[in-house]
């Protein structure tokens, strides 16, 4: 158990609609990140934030948004979902960036756009 | 040219067999090189961690890093059947922390 958890495990959904992933860092962490796993893609990078602020930004979708509460857990919405957003969504967490830059994963969030 | 190189496998091999899991990659920038092991639908585990280049062992997984020829690898001594997984290589430095990931490589350790 790496300490990151993530809610939902699984999520069904159809097009158009609009879901919102939660995510809990570890104890003590102050950086989140947001990675989508497909199987054609692999792991890419989304977005990054550190104690509420956006950090650091990949090819995230402009139908998808995020953000760090003053809890320090993390929200990735999703929007106008299409049938390519379907995979796995994980939350990594780390320490402050720079002194320490092991990401732990949390379990993921399954979703599945019909 | 990808930024991350990794041979997708499969790999399959004996119990107790050593196993050699390999990527290159492109950006010179990279300063900060992880190992993580995934198994089916479950959350990647990070295995390895190394800044900068050098070898780090950890029980039975030794991990390498050679900066000058852009190339790392990660070895599984005494492998066991619970070690059948997918492994990514995983990568970072520059002005940010995202990481950068290989495809990963499926390995099966046969009992």
Known sequence: DSGVTQTPKHLITAT????????????????VYWYQQSLDQGLQF???????????????LERFSAQQFPDLHSELNLSSLELGDSALYFCASSTTPGLSNEQYFGPGTRLTVT | ???????????????????????????????????????????????????????????????????????????????????????????????????TFGKGTLLTVNP
């Open chain 2, 1 to 99: 040219q990808k930024e991350v190189e990794q041979d997708p496998g499969p790999l399959s091999v004996p119990e107790g067999a050593i196993v050699s899991l390999n990527c290159t990659y492109s950006n010179s920038a990279f300063q900060y090189f992880m190992w993580y092991r995934q198994y089916s639908r479950k959350g990647p585990e990070l295995l390895m961690y190394t800044y900068s280049s050098g070898n780090k062992e950890d029980g039975r997984f030794t991990a390498q890093v050679d900066k000058s020829s852009k190339y790392i690898s990660l070895f599984i001594r005494d492998s066991q059947p619970s070690d059948s997984a997918t492994y990514l290589c995983a990568m970072s430095g520059g002005s940010n922390y995202k990481l």
């Open chain 1, 46 to 60: 989304l977005i990054q934030y550190y104690n509420g602020e956006e950090r650091a930004k990949g090819n995230i």
């Open chain 1, 16 to 31: 158009g609609q609009r879901v919102t992933l939660r995510c809990s860092p570890r104890s003590g962490d102050l950086s």
